[in-house]
């Protein structure tokens, strides 16, 4: 088969008809399709899913919590994974080889992922060698693609997501003397702070220039940031917090760690989307807050606590567009074509990659 014939099978487009079924007629086929299969179908879901779609979520849950799903289970035979590449990508390195791993739209990548691509990353690498000897371990978040989770694991390093960012950075300082964190430097910063760790011994790594920025001596530095960020967290503001605190002096702020270093230590609380649910689900009613993550969650957590006043800290809301991809339509396409036998838009990490990433995912997952 041409490499076009292959980009083609694994890139194929939705049909048009799935666009003109009405939201019934969609949510019955799938409900249908659900059942037919049984134990044979797993539909994981991300928090961040639309309603629409993680209604028919047999698990929902954080980064975290999907990996371990996934890594636990050794039933079905296809994933149809509602989240992003990147957790569809972690499936399958950690399923088995008989199970096919679906993410029904192609184009629900994380613009954070891509901001550290394998190249810049080894270049990268090779630089801080130089500047540093052997003295640093690379972490990644799992908002990552499977070859720098792959590069990670090769260099002795881990996973973590910021469910465990804290216990994985504490893990990598026992192991080397600095760590590199990527590819998110708001959640590495505001990990090892919480650590601990002074900002002034942090300093940020620019991929695009190879070079850092950073004031101070390197050899204070402990902790290497990676320079990027969430296109959906980074919206959440210090004027969104400040306009808050005016115009509701008694509201609490809670928003995700992927937020900036200003915007987390001007909130009361900061933590992960698991950390966040728990923390409304346990807050008395009456209670008022202002939650600074993605969207369809944010609106997902007011529905289900009409008993507390909740907005989002940002009011002009930020979904996660890629995320977004995922909607019923493509849910069903991708189901309606496993009924037919045919598999689309399979999601396959290749053997090396998939074997260098097991060892930084499995650092994660028994040091948690
Ligand atoms: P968590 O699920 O680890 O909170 O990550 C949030 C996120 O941005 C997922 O893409
Ligand atoms: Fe990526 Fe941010 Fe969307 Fe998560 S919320 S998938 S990190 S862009």
């Not at 500047?131 to 973590?160: M, R």
């Amino acid at each position: 088969m041409s490499l076009l014939e292959t980009f083609k099978q694994l890139h194929q487009d939705m049909p048009e008809k799935y666009k003109t079924l009405s939201r019934e007629e969609m949510e019955h086929r799938v409900r249908e399709i659900k059942e037919k299969f049984g134990r044979k179908l797993f539909i994981p879901g991300h928090h961040y899913q639309k309603d629409e779609v993680i209604q028919f979520a047999d698990a929902a849950g954080d980064s975290l919590q999907l990996a371990q799903i996934s890594a636990q289970n050794k039933d079905a035979e296809y994933i149809v994974f509602c989240g992003v590449h990147f957790m569809a990508e972690t499936a399958d390195i950690l399923t088995d080889d008989h199970q096919k791993v679906i993410l029904p739209d192609m184009r629900a990548g994380c613009s954070m992922a891509d901001m550290a691509d394998i190249d810049q990353t080894e270049r990268s690498w090779k630089i801080l060698q130089d500047t540093f000897g052997d003295t640093v371990l690379p972490l990644t978040y799992v908002n990552s693609t499977a070859a720098i989770k792959a590069f990670v694991g090769k260099n002795g390093g881990a996973t973590v997501t910021s469910s465990n960012a804290k216990q994985m950075v504490k893990w990598a300082f026992a192991q080397k003397q600095r760590i590199l964190f990527l590819p998110d430097q708001h959640l590495g910063r505001n990990t090892a702070y919480d650590l601990g760790v002074p900002l002034d011994e942090m300093a940020v790594w620019n991929p695009r220039t190879d070079s850092f920025e950073y004031e101070g001596d390197l050899e204070k530095v402990k902790v290497i940031l990676w320079k990027g960020h969430c296109s959906v967290h980074e919206n959440f503001t210090v004027n969104n917090v400040e306009n808050v605190r005016k115009q509701y002096p008694d509201m609490n702020i809670l928003v995700h760690p992927e937020c900036s270093r200003e915007v987390v230590g001007l909130s009361d609380y900061a933590g992960s989307t698991k950390y966040i649910i728990d923390m409304i689900n346990e807050a008395p009613a009456g209670s008022k807050w202002a939650i600074g993550t993605e969207m369809n969650l944010v609106n997902r957590i007011i529905a289900n606590h009409p008993d507390k006043e909740i907005i989002s800290l940002n009011p002009y809301m930020c979904p996660c567009l890629t995320m977004n991809r995922i909607d019923l339509p493509h849910l069903l396409w991708a189901l309606e074509e496993l009924e037919q036998g045919n598999i689309i838009n399979q999601i396959i990490v290749d053997e090396t990659t998939s074997q260098q990433s097991t060892a930084a995912l499995a650092r994660m997952l028994q040091t948690v």
